[in-house]
């Protein structure tokens, strides 16, 4: 299976702070690597998909990178409707994983 | 409008067994996989199964692997799950989440989730 390993768990930021999220696969997964949103007690959203591919109605200062084993998600200017849970998902292969979450609060 | 709606979620015993299911609405329902997601209480996000777009391809997680089954009705736009020898371990929400293709890969569209609870 391939693991996905996201950090920081956990970050502390402020309103207009760039903010960046890492994911590392344990094994090369070319782009096929999206982000997730989730905010307390909702399903996730899709946020970006093929490792930089903005999901349709999600704000552009969403953006991702990455590709192979290295991917990141960043934040260009964090809004207050920003705060929640952002997951990485590798779709290369099945078993589908998830990476462990990262948990974005105010400073 | 693409919905999905699931139902079906219970406090069960352990060894007990449950279906759940997920109405689709909005979209093809042969033109896409569909998934099964859980998230255990206060943890992260799992893949438990998905289903091609056919129907004719089934995937599932090596945790429920031999006790769950996912299927679906096409005349009906229904997704189910069936689970049975259930485990503490197996409480969750549930997701039901849309492929964008008909093969797995990423999860465009989610439902609002079903609470399964298993405990004695």
């Known amino acids: 299976d391939i693991q996905m390993t996201q950090s920081p768990s956990s970050l502390s930021a402020s309103v207009r702070d760039r903010v960046t999220i890492t994911c590392r696969a344990s094994r090369n997964i070319g782009d096929f690597l999206n982000w997730y949103q989730q905010k307390p007690g909702r399903a996730p959203n899709l946020l970006i998909h093929?490792?930089?591919r903005l999901q349709s109605g999600v704000p552009s200062r969403f953006s991702g990178s990455g590709s192979g084993t290295d991917f990141t998600l960043t934040i260009s200017s964090l809004q207050p409707e920003d705060f929640a849970t952002y997951y990485c998902?590798?779709?290369?292969?099945?078993?589908?994983?998830f990476g462990g979450g990262t948990k974005v609060e105010i400073k | 409008e693409v919905q999905l709606l699931e139902s079906g979620g219970n406090l069960v015993q352990p060894g007990g067994s449950l279906r759940l299911s997920c109405r689709a609405s909005g979209f093809m329902f042969s033109s896409h996989a569909l998934n099964w997601v859980r998230q255990a209480p206060g943890k992260g996000l799992e893949w438990v199964s998905s289903i091609s777009g056919t129907g004719g391809s089934t995937y599932y997680a090596d945790s429920v692997k031999g006790r769950f089954t996912i299927s679906k009705d096409k005349s009906k736009n229904i997704l189910y799950l069936q689970m049975n020898s259930l485990r503490a371990e197996d409480t969750a929400v549930y997701y039901c989440?849309?492929?964008?293709?008909?093969?797995?890969?990423?999860?465009?569209?989610w439902g609002q989730g079903t609470l399964v609870t298993v405990s004695s």
């Open positions: 989440a849309r492929d964008p293709t008909v093969t797995p890969d990423y999860f465009d569209y």
């Open positions: 093929g490792a930089s």
């Open positions: 998902q590798q779709s290369f292969t099945t078993p589908l994983t």
